[in-house]
């Protein structure tokens, strides 16, 4: 069994950490926290071994009454490999710890891109990630944008991608973010980063993106523009798309007009927490004119990337793969709405 440690429990480390569960290969060695929340307690009454991130924080775990396994270094020594899931910027400032114990490292999309080795999709460059040392599990904007564009590049060739990201503003449990009654260009430079960091994934691929903000909690959409090599019938597109598990097709008949409802749909079907692990795309949506794609896609900011972290365990320790490892994990998990 692949010993896994989550550095950082909170929205995407809670997340892999079940997700590394219900893997038939891997186990959760420890998940290490900075202080004894809600999120800490639930570690423990889930059996995940708690760990302290911070050494002199380490008493108010006690002081909680949460029982503490060890350090953070202890954690890192002895796990294969170790998801880290903290704040932008501070999986940069872990990165000593992780090469001081030789143990691989998986970063979150927060992360630049030259922190590491290789940023990673597991549907577009898998292999690249190969006896890595240092992985980054790209955000969840280009996790959404990675997995439409890597069979359209494959089927077709992309000349051009155009897409607008309306992005929520913050997560549900975000009570710091915004904005809380306006719609904000965001970044207001053109292009955004998500572009440039797409590019992380297809160095050869041209795009542009634009970004906002909007109050919202629930969900990202994108409205994306791809101009292709050739003229292709939407319904081709439609049928290639339908081949991919990480891509949902949202049918008409099912009448979900909006993230609220596929947020809805996600609980009814039984999702832990809601969640929508695959790209959603309104069927309707997928156009073409000429060699021009447009469609609208719902990207679930707190769950797609859940998925890639899993084959990124197995990518960067070489345990299976691209196809084979996609399949368990899609598996194991459900996905496939
Ligand atoms: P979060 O704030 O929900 O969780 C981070 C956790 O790390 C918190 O529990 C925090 O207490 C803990 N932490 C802080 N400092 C730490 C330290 N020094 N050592 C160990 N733990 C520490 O953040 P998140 O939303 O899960 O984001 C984590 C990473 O994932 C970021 O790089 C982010 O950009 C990326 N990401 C976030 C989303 C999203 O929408 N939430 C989507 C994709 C990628």
């Given at each position: 069994m692949i010993q896994v440690a989550i550095n950082g429990y909170g929205t995407i480390g809670k997340r892999v950490a079940d997700a590394v569960r219900a893997q038939p290969d891997m186990e959760v060695l420890g998940v290490a926290k900075t202080r004894p929340n809600f999120e800490a307690e639930t570690a423990i009454e889930k059996g995940f071994p708690l760990y302290a991130a911070i050494e002199e924080r380490e008493h108010l775990f006690g002081e909680a009454g949460l029982d503490i396994a060890g350090s953070v270094d202890e954690l890192v020594a002895d796990a294969d490999v170790v998801v880290d899931a903290t704040p932008s910027g501070i999986g940069a400032e872990n990165k000593s710890l992780y090469e001081e114990y030789e143990t691989p490292a998986l970063y979150q999309g927060g992360e630049d891109a030259d922190l590491v080795d290789v940023s990673f999709n597991a549907r577009s460059n898998?292999?690249?990630?190969?006896?890595?040392d240092h992985v980054r599990v790209v955000s969840c904007n280009t996790t959404g944008l990675s997995r439409v564009i890597a069979p359209l590049r494959e089927e077709y060739g992309v000349e051009k991608v155009r897409a607008t990201l309306v992005r929520?503003?913050?997560?549900?449990?975000?009570?710091?973010?915004?904005?809380?009654?306006d719609i904000l260009p965001n970044p207001v430079t053109i292009p955004s980063h998500h572009g440039p960091d797409v590019e992380t994934i297809f160095d050869d691929l041209d795009i542009d993106t634009l970004g906002m903000k909007v109050p919202a909690t629930l969900m990202h959409m994108h409205s994306l523009n791809v101009t292709l090599e050739e003229e292709v019938d939407a319904a081709d597109v439609r049928e290639l798309f339908a081949d991919e598990s990480r891509l949902f097709l949202i049918p008409?008949?099912?009448?979900?007009?909006g993230s609220g409802k596929l947020k809805e749909y996600a609980l009814d079907a039984g999702r832990p927490r809601g969640d929508v692990w695959e790209n959603a795309i309104w069927e309707e949506s997928i156009s073409t004119v000429g060699r021009d794609l447009y469609l609208f896609q719902g990207i679930h900011q707190e769950s797609d990337v859940v998925p890639e972290n899993v084959d990124a365990i197995r990518a960067v320790l070489g345990e299976a793969d691209a196809e084979e490892s996609i399949e368990t994990t899609d598996e194991t998990l459900g996905i496939g709405l």
């Open positions: 898998f292999e690249e990630a190969a006896a890595a929520r503003g913050g997560d549900p449990g975000q009570t710091s973010r915004g904005p809380i009654n008409e008949h099912m009448a979900i007009d």
